[in-house]
T-cell receptor
Framework: GAGVSQSPRYKVAKRGQDVALRCDPI?????LFWYQQALGQGPEFLTY????????KSGLPSDRFFAERPEGSVSTLKIQRTQQEDSAVYLC?????????????FGSGTRLTVV | AQSVAQPEDQVNVAEGNPLTVKCTYS??????LFWYVQYPNRGLQFLLK??????LVKGSYGFEAEFNKSQTSFHLKKPSALVSDSALYFC??????????FGQGTTLQVKP
């Protein structure tokens, strides 16, 4: 596609519910990133894929967070047993293989509200 | 550890005046520096980057940024502000891994 597509755009979850957030990167982009942006804050790194390999998951805040990209294209971020502190905008970004030097293309994000 | 600071929560300028949004960084080694803009309910849009070379980097929508190694700064500038430039601006630092560390953001308000 022309841009990075994320769905759903908005998600309201009851505390304790599991959620799955989808990211469809730009076609041909090898690298894919997930970021979490709390209200009034800058985005914070969660995890990074190169093709289907998850090369860095150091930013995942707990073992309730899990990300996958099984075929090296679409990625899913799953949050189990959601807590109120998980409320944030979850941003996905993709880039060409030369990571670190390129300007990443971000999706519009999924706004998760845990009630 | 890498870090980036944006010392101003908000910058106010009049339309037509020059604008500066400040950013300082801390890295070991050579920095990769970026500026992004975020409009309400939108994702981040890439403005410009510094990897190596000329210290003055030109980007989208007439923005530019100056890399200053001695002051560890990468301030965003524009000679003549537009009302439509009003948005949230993020400075970020990255390295070879691709992971970006973002600042807290600066809200730019351009008044007619």
């Amino acid at each position: 596609g022309a841009g990075v597509s994320q769905s759903p755009r908005y998600k309201v979850a009851k505390r304790g519910q599991d959620v799955a957030l989808r990211c469809d990167p730009i076609s041909g982009h090898v690298s894919l990133f997930w970021y979490q942006q709390a209200l009034g804050q800058g985005p914070e790194f969660l995890t990074y894929f190169q093709n289907e390999a998850q090369l860095d998951k150091s930013g995942l805040p707990s073992d309730r967070f899990f990300a996958e990209r099984p075929e090296g294209s679409v990625s899913t971020l799953k949050i189990q047993r959601t807590q109120q502190e998980d409320s944030a905008v979850y941003l996905c970004a993709s880039s060409l293989p030369l990571t670190g030097t390129g300007g990443y293309t971000f999706g519009s994000g999924t706004r998760l509200t845990v009630v | 550890a890498q870090s980036v600071a944006q010392p101003e929560d908000q910058v106010n300028v009049a339309e037509g005046n020059p604008l500066t949004v400040k950013c300082t960084y801390s890295v070991s080694g050579n920095p990769y520096l970026f500026w992004y803009v975020q409009y309400p309910n939108r994702g981040l849009q890439f403005l410009l980057k510094y990897i190596t070379g000329d210290n003055l980097v030109k980007g989208s929508y007439g923005f530019e940024a100056e890399f200053n190694k001695s002051q560890t700064s990468f301030h965003l500038k524009k000679p003549s502000a537009l009302v439509s430039d009003s948005a949230l601006y993020f400075c970020a630092v990255g390295g070879g891994t691709g992971k970006l560390i973002f600042g807290q953001g600066t809200t730019l308000q351009v008044k007619p």
